[in-house]
Every structure is written in structure tokens, then in C-alpha cells.
């Protein structure tokens, strides 16, 4: 907003946030899409999973947490279209998730309903989840944290962006050769 209250209106796609603090309004850029993909590569397995869910679905990392096997396979995530998101899941279900369950010796009437398990077979926390962020961020030096929230805003930015660049290509393609002939 500017001094008048007004909202100014921008399209730049690295956003920033802060605090106030004595000296005024502090900003600290958000990580970057390149930056929160680094980070997500960083990740130990079963947290890179979860996150590269969210990135690639913008699902709400609460739901994403608390998403069931019967939810992943036969409710709303599996009618929609998320075919990298789909992906994502099925790999770690038929592989990571069963190697930790079968690691952990856990019989299968104990095993848990949520599909994202940390290495000890037990359901993955948001706390959790966003300490281990914290803590990737911290090793790659970046001035903001990664967040559960950055990545599914990166789900945003990166098809937003996806958006506007063929927009920009239809405008051209509409300039280059106009309806009416040349």
C-alpha cells in the first residue's frame, strides 16, 4: 500500500515479507522458486515427498498432512487432475511408504491411515515438517525460511507465471499475424 492507502499493483513474481521492528517496516524476500526447489531436493526422503506433493499439486499442507490412504486412492485426489501430484504419490506409497512400514517391522492392522510417515512409520507433524524446512534453510543460507506455505505459494508463482508467459505468446502470435490480413 502507498502512503495514501491505496494498493499499488505489480507483476513481479518474487514477493517479499517482513516485520516492524524499531527502525520501521523490515522486508525479507521470499525464497525464490529455484531456491524452494533446492531446498525440497535437500530434504530426506520422506519430507521431500511431502513437499514435492504440495509443490506440485498446491494442495494445503494441512490436508496434504492429514491425507489418508483411502482419501490418495479412492476419494477427491484420486479424480483430480494432478498427474505429477499422482505420480509423486504412488511411487512413495508403493515404495517409500512400504519400505518404512516393512523397516519398522510394523504389522499391517497397526499401520497408519495417513499416507506421508516419517522414517519411524508414525504420521509426519506440521511442526515437524516445518522444522526440518527451517533447518535446510538454514544450511543453504537463504534470508527467509522455507516454509510448507512458500511451497504451495510456489505452486502458484510457477503456474502464474506459466499463465502470463502464454498469454504473452498468444498476444504476439495475435500482433504478428493480425485477423484481418497483413
Do not use: C
Not at 499499488?8 to 524476500?29: F, I, K, N, Q
Amino acid at each position: 500500500m502507498n502512503d495514501e492507502g491505496r494498493i499499488y499493483l505489480h507483476t513481479d513474481l518474487h514477493t517479499t515479507s517482513g516485520y516492524v521492528g524499531m527502525g520501521g517496516v523490515v522486508a525479507r524476500p521470499q525464497p525464490t522458486i529455484e531456491e524452494i526447489d533446492k531446498v525440497i531436493h535437500a530434504l530426506r526422503r520422506e519430507y521431500k515427498s511431502l513437499a514435492a506433493f504440495i509443490r506440485l499439486t498446491g494442495i494445503d499442507p494441512d490436508n496434504a498432512i492429514s491425507l489418508t490412504i483411502d482419501h490418495a486412492l479412492f476419494g477427491d485426489v484420486a479424480s483430480r487432475d494432478w498427474s505429477d501430484g499422482r505420480f509423486v504419490l504412488k511411487i512413495y506409497m508403493s515404495h517409500l511408504r512400504a519400505n518404512t512400514l516393512k523397516r519398522n517391522q510394523v504389522p499391517p492392522e497397526q499401520h497408519h491411515r495417513q499416507v506421508f510417515l516419517n522414517s519411524k512409520a508414525r504420521p509426519i507433524t506440521r511442526a515437524r515438517a516445518e522444522r526440518v524446512l527451517a533447518r535446510a534453510s538454514e544450511r543453504m543460507n537463504l534470508p527467509s525460511a522455507v516454509t510448507l506455505n512458500t511451497i504451495r505459494h510456489a505452486f502458484t508463482r510457477s503456474r502464474l507465471a506459466e499463465l502470463l508467459e502464454r498469454e504473452q505468446k498468444n498476444f504476439l502470435l495475435a500482433v504478428a499475424s493480425p485477423p484481418w490480413g497483413a
